[in-house]
Nanobody, 114 residues
């Protein structure tokens, strides 16, 4: 059974940084593409970043140049380094794992406010 657990969220001031982690279990982690999505209040869930099993990455235009997705296959963990955070980055952030089917974590709150 695939399980994904996010950590590292919280409250940060504009311009600050956070690193989210997503620990995976119940799967051969290196075989999966991993991604980050976010959902702001009253809005639909939106794509943030993805990393393939071969470590190719892609980003939403809104975060390109500020966020970096990475993975550590030895630790079964995917990361999202978020720099130069803006109030509009405030959302619940979800990680997912994709290999035919899609599994989701429970989400973690990121709030950017002064």
């Amino acid at each position: 059974q695939v399980q994904l657990v996010e950590s590292g969220g919280g409250l940060v001031q504009p311009g600050g940084s956070l690193r989210l982690s997503c620990a995976a279990s119940g799967m051969i982690f290196s075989n999966y593409a991993m991604g980050w999505y976010r959902q702001a209040p009253g809005k639909q869930r939106e794509f943030v970043a993805t990393i393939t099993s071969g470590s190719s990455t892609s980003y939403a235009d809104s975060v390109k140049g500020r966020f970096t997705i990475s993975r550590d296959n030895a630790k079964n963990t995917v990361y999202l380094q978020m720099n130069s955070l803006k109030p509009e980055d405030t959302a619940v952030y979800f990680c997912n794992a994709v290999r035919g089917l899609v599994w989701w974590g429970q989400g973690i709150q990121v709030s950017v406010s002064s």
